[in-house]
């Protein structure tokens, strides 16, 4: 090289790629803490995420010869073709979407009349008899499975307790949270993080919103306007919830008789997340109530 000669810098990643970047680690933290809570090693994950991006380099290419297949699955991943080879002819078990009858019965109970109040909160019902009863609840929801095995399933999962005395039944969650089955819980995380996800994607990839995504944002909280809010929330979860389950129980119950079977699904989750107050002294119940009466 001459003296005269000089070096022409590379060009860094654009405003958009550094923003996907910025997008991308915010997920992978995410993942690699629960890997490592979990005990997942990275060459675990790994594979998994190797495989990812074989699956949808082949779907982002339908239609392609097998000779010029894992080819173009290369080029776009950038996945040598050995690994391309052995990916493209895993069998990837998916386990069928089991029906929770569980679940199925807890929203029925938050969400129609008559199992909940003029506030829209859960009712404590008779074990037994008329509606609206436990025995008449679940009995809405299926016939196939006795009542009584319905109700040792939510106390099972720690989601309704039975008062013996008076033989009365109470939900004691306010979220489908089964305490203690990690097995499902990691269920939900996949599902319903999954699909928050899925939809995020379609909306940027997409030239369409398709999916309804929104959120509020707010910062520079105490942990008292933290807590202050959580009622709030509640409440608009309940209303969502009282306002949307007997109506998609009424979608179900007509789209069931369609031939062939309706395969359309929806997702519909609200979700919060707070940082920064961890630290903080607990807040005085006391004050809380005080904010939240000054705000309403």
Same mark, same amino acid.
């Given at each position: 090289?001459?003296?005269?000669?000089?070096?022409?810098?590379?060009?860094?990643?654009?405003?958009?790629?550094?923003?996907?970047?910025?997008?991308?680690?915010?997920?992978?933290?995410?993942?690699?803490?629960?890997?490592?809570?979990?005990?997942?090693?990275?060459?675990?994950?790994?594979?998994?995420?190797?495989?990812?991006?074989?699956?949808?380099?082949?779907?982002?290419?339908?239609?392609?010869?097998?000779?010029?297949?894992?080819?173009?699955?290369?080029?776009?991943?950038?996945?040598?073709?050995?690994?391309?080879?052995?990916?493209?002819?895993?069998?990837?078990?998916?386990?069928?979407?089991?029906?929770?009858?569980?679940?199925?019965?807890?929203?029925? #109970?938050?969400?129609?009349?008559?199992?909940?109040?003029?506030?829209?909160?859960?009712?404590?019902? %008779?074990?037994?008899?008329?509606?609206?009863?436990?025995?008449?609840?679940?009995?809405?929801?299926?016939?196939?499975?006795?009542?009584?095995?319905?109700?040792?399933?939510?106390?099972?999962?720690?989601?309704?307790? #039975?008062?013996?005395?008076?033989?009365?039944?109470?939900?004691?969650?306010?979220?489908?949270?089964?305490?203690?089955?990690?097995?499902?819980?990691?269920?939900?995380?996949?599902?319903?993080?999954?699909?928050?996800?899925?939809?995020?994607?379609?909306?940027?990839?997409?030239?369409?919103?398709?999916?309804?995504?929104?959120?509020?944002?707010?910062?520079?909280?105490?942990?008292?306007?933290?807590?202050?809010?959580?009622?709030?929330?509640?409440?608009? #979860?309940?209303?969502?919830?009282?306002?949307?389950?007997?109506?998609?129980?009424?979608?179900?119950?007509?789209?069931?008789?369609?031939?062939?079977?309706?395969?359309?699904?929806?997702?519909?989750?609200?979700?919060?997340?707070?940082?920064?107050?961890?630290?903080?002294?607990?807040?005085? %119940?006391?004050?809380?109530?005080?904010?939240?009466?000054?705000?309403?």
């Amino acid at each position: 090289m001459s003296p005269d000669d000089t070096l022409t810098p590379e060009p860094g990643p654009g405003p958009e790629q550094q923003a996907l970047h910025q997008a991308l680690a915010g997920l992978m933290a995410s993942v690699a803490r629960l890997g490592v809570a979990q005990g997942q090693p990275y060459a675990t994950v790994e594979e998994m995420l190797r495989l990812a991006f074989v699956q949808a380099a082949a779907r982002a290419h339908p239609g392609l010869p097998e000779h010029r297949k894992v080819s173009r699955i290369s080029t776009t991943t950038g996945i040598n073709r050995r690994e391309v080879t052995r990916l493209t002819q895993q069998q990837v078990r998916t386990a069928p979407r089991s029906r929770s009858l569980a679940s199925e019965v807890f929203t029925h #109970w938050r969400g129609q009349p008559p199992y909940v109040d003029r506030r829209g909160r859960p009712r404590v019902l %008779p074990r037994q008899g008329a509606t609206p009863s436990f025995e008449t609840l679940a009995q809405e929801v299926t016939r196939d499975v006795h009542p009584r095995s319905v109700l040792d399933e939510l106390r099972r999962l720690g989601l309704a307790e #039975w008062d013996e005395a008076s033989d009365t039944v109470a939900l004691v969650r306010e979220a489908f949270v089964p305490h203690g089955d990690r097995v499902r819980q990691l269920g939900f995380l996949g599902d319903n993080v999954g699909d928050h996800l899925r939809a995020a994607v379609d909306n940027v990839l997409g030239s369409d919103r398709t999916h309804f995504e929104q959120a509020l944002f707010a910062d520079g909280l105490s942990a008292v306007s933290l807590e202050s809010v959580r009622p709030a929330i509640r409440a608009q #979860w309940q209303a969502l919830m009282t306002a949307l389950v007997p109506a998609l129980e009424a979608c179900v119950e007509r789209d069931a008789a369609q031939q062939p079977a309706a395969q359309g699904r929806l997702r519909v989750g609200l979700y919060t997340y707070q940082e920064g107050a961890a630290d903080a002294p607990a807040p005085d %119940p006391a004050a809380v109530r005080r904010v939240t009466k000054r705000k309403t």
